[in-house]
DNA sequence: TCTTACCCAGTTTTT
DNA sequence: CTGGGTAAGA
């Protein structure tokens, strides 16, 4: 075969042709990376070092040069860092840089599933299930193979699911999973293979993808079917993965799929920022990306833009701490600041007090609330704080933990969505029809036996196995499911009248419903903006709205709120003043990862991560006392903040006003 | 046989 | 606060 070498005909521009001044706005790496046109680059950016706002120029300056929107991937962690991006692209150039395909690699998974849903076995209207559905499907499963004739510990749902994910995510076998990670359970290795295929099986007669269905059967469609894959890849002029250190070693594969005819390629990431092993994603996989992509040329960020000096060396000292070494050397040119503080509260109540009372004086002093960020280990741990900040009236948002569309009301009107789309979505009917008084796991199951082989799904009522007893009910679902498919287009009008049907469940389940209520209300309100309602449950599985979204949608518009946020989700953010709260044994590092050296790096990391998010003023608050934690090492700070030396971080101690005038302003003052 | 009510236990991080 | 397991009720 002849090769014929076509010249890059964006980049004849010389530079002096570019609207953006590149050379001005970057540093020399930086351009070197914005730079860089054809074959393979790995670009290892430490934190604050510029990553985005290389990516952002990269992306204006390929556009720039002549390269059509659609022929740029742009991959990333979350949908929302990616539109980000696209959008400060669009601002510092113009519009088109919207117009980039961009979002995570299940997302677009999910969007090469569709469209090629031929090849895959699938039809195009499967539908897509989160984590609890998949751990429901499994559990049901599970109940089926009978494990209790086996008297020993058989592992549970959540294990179960974790197993599987991990197996596909790594691409390893089960067998190699058990004996790695759970050797307990390898002796129930052949009931767990049942379960597996099971599961599988049960996915695809049920027309169901789960999270990893997502980049396995993507990866399977481009791996079979040369063709697509080719023109998939020919697309794909450009390919860009952000936060490569939290890939795994599937989405390592399938970015090799992508770029497969350009081979350009270029990805991103610090292997000292790896927090997401738990799914299946190794900080070694962005070292190997120079063995993957032969010729990579490599590019490394160094010098900090974002923090102070102090904040700087006390995040050194912190993954110092790591039994991994990295060979980072961040430098800043920014000043020294002040020192971080380590501030000690009596207890939970008196740890928020500190925060909002702090927060209040910062805003008083000019800093707005969405400069300052309160992060923490767990979802929960900012419940009281929560509380506190709701009686002071101060409006925050928060990222992570339970969301919005996983809560059980909005899941059942969900349910109702999805069987209208896809009548053959098992666990979308359980849902429909357990809601019924009388109607448990069997009924279900054998209703859904007669669905299954009905040409008319949606008339229930006409089922044998009816007893007189719920007929009545199962009649008004087949009513609510005709009207629902005359309104079928019309999003929100079906989301009307499924709230309408589920309005009296909603009571008899929850104690709470008026709050529940309101909730399904503001999703009809919502719903409006979903062009179909096929899009509107992909969005949603994909990327789920956060719980406090919802009301900051109807909270008065004038001020920016302040963010609240796990610390996974605060991955690439940045503020002026960051918490971090909860800094206790136990709870950074996880006691769950205290036994293993290598959990409890990631748990370094993942502090390491946090404390790189503050440009100015850092605090790290714990509690002495945990009210209701019963373990000892509740009690003590975090391990990893103990042998700090005070010439690194600043002891705080809370004292009450009643001392005359000298209080809080007194504690301020001592550190300024 | 199937459903439901009740009690006890355990609770990471996300697409 | 939710899930799983058990025991009693339909």
Redesign the pocket.
């Known amino acids: 075969m002849k090769k014929f070498v076509l010249s890059n005909d964006y980049e004849q521009k010389g530079e002096e042709e570019y609207r953006l001044d590149y050379r001005q706005l970057l540093n020399k790496a930086q351009y070197e990376a914005v730079f860089h046109t054809a074959g393979p680059a790995l670009v290892v950016a430490g934190a604050g070092t510029g990553k985005t706002r290389t990516l952002v120029y990269r992306v204006a300056r390929l556009i720039e040069s002549g390269v059509s929107p659609k022929e740029i991937l742009l991959l990333t962690?979350?949908?929302?860092a990616a539109s980000e991006m696209l959008r400060r692209a669009s601002l510092i150039l113009d519009e088109r840089c919207s117009r980039v395909k961009g979002?995570?690699?299940?997302?677009y998974c999910s969007q090469l599933l569709h469209r090629y849903a031929d090849y895959t076995g699938y039809p195009p209207n499967f539908t897509i299930i989160?984590?609890?559905d998949s751990?429901?499907t499994i559990?049901l499963m599970r109940s089926q193979i009978d494990a209790?004739k086996n008297k020993k510990r058989?592992p549970?749902?959540?294990t179960l699911y974790?197993i599987f994910?991990s197996s596909v995510n790594r691409q390893l076998t089960i067998e190699k999973i058990l004996s790695e990670e759970y050797p307990q359970f390898l002796q129930h290795l052949e009931n767990i293979l049942i379960i597996n295929n099971k599961y599988k099986q049960y996915k695809r007669l049920n027309h169901v993808m789960d999270?990893?269905d997502?980049?396995v059967n993507t990866k399977i469609l481009l791996q079979e079917n040369s063709d697509i894959c080719e023109k998939v890849a020919a697309e794909n002029r450009f390919v860009m993965v952000d936060e490569y250190q939290d890939t795994n070693y599937l989405q390592a594969e399938l970015t090799e799929l992508f770029s497969s005819f350009h081979n350009n390629v270029m990805g991103v990431g610090d292997d000292a920022q790896s927090?997401?092993?738990?799914?299946g994603a190794d900080h070694k996989n962005i070292m190997q990306f120079p063995d993957r992509f032969r010729n990579t040329k490599l590019i490394r960020l160094e010098k900090n833009y974002r923090s102070t000096g102090a904040i700087l060396d006390l995040s050194n000292r912190v993954l110092g701490q790591a039994t991994e070494k990295f060979d980072k050397k961040l430098f800043t040119d920014n000043e020294r600041g002040e020192l971080p503080g380590l501030v000690k509260a009596a207890n939970l109540n008196d740890q928020s007090r500190f925060l909002t009372q702090m927060i209040l004086n910062l805003r008083e002093q000019g800093l707005e609330l969405s400069e300052m960020a309160v992060l923490f280990?767990?979802?929960?741990?900012s419940f009281d704080l929560e509380v506190a900040l709701n009686k002071k009236n101060i409006p925050f948002v928060k990222?992570?933990?339970?969301?919005f569309t996983e809560?059980?009301h909005v899941k059942d009107v969900l349910a109702h969505v999805r069987v209208l789309v896809n009548p053959l979505d098992t666990i979308a009917w359980n849902r429909v029809l357990?809601l019924?008084?009388?109607?448990?796991?069997?009924?279900?199951h054998?209703l859904f036996e007669w669905i299954r082989n009905s040409d008319q799904p949606f008339r229930v009522d006409q089922a044998n196995v009816t007893s007189t007893?719920y007929i009545e009910q199962l009649q008004a679902v087949a009513r609510l499911f005709a009207g629902l498919n005359r309104v079928k287009d019309d999003v929100k009008q079906v989301l009307e009248l499924i709230v309408g049907y589920y309005r009296s469940f909603c009571k008899k389940r929850f104690d709470?419903y008026p709050k529940r209520l309101k909730d399904l209300e503001t999703f009809i309100d919502i719903s409006g903006s979903y062009s179909s309602l096929s899009v509107m449950l992909e969005e949603i599985?994909?990327?789920?709205i956060e719980s406090t979204a919802i009301e900051t949608e109807n909270a008065v518009k004038d001020e920016s709120p302040l963010v609240l946020?796990?610390?996974?989700?605060a991955k690439g953010m940045e503020w002026n003043t960051v918490f971090v709260i909860q800094c206790l044994d136990g709870i950074i590092p996880?006691?769950?990862?205290v036994e293993d050296p290598d959990?409890l790096d990631?748990?370094i990391r993942?502090l390491y991560v946090a404390s790189t998010r503050a440009k100015e003023q850092l605090f790290f608050t714990y509690p002495v006392l945990h009210q209701?934690g019963?373990r000892d090492y509740f009690t003590n700070p975090s391990r990893f903040l103990e042998e700090i030396p005070d010439e690194l971080i600043e002891p705080w101690i809370l004292m009450e006003e009643s001392n005359t005038d000298e209080s809080q302003k007194k504690i301020q003052s001592s550190s300024s």
């Open positions: 962690f979350t949908r929302k979002g995570t690699f299940h997302f989160d984590t609890t751990m429901d559990q209790q058989f549970d749902k959540r974790s994910s999270f990893d997502l980049l927090i997401y092993s738990f799914r280990r767990n979802g929960r741990d990222y992570g933990g339970q969301k809560a059980a357990m019924i008084e009388g109607i448990g796991p069997k009924t279900a054998d007893r709470d599985a994909l990327d789920p946020s796990t610390i996974h989700s996880s006691g769950y990862s959990k990631e748990e993942l209701g019963y």
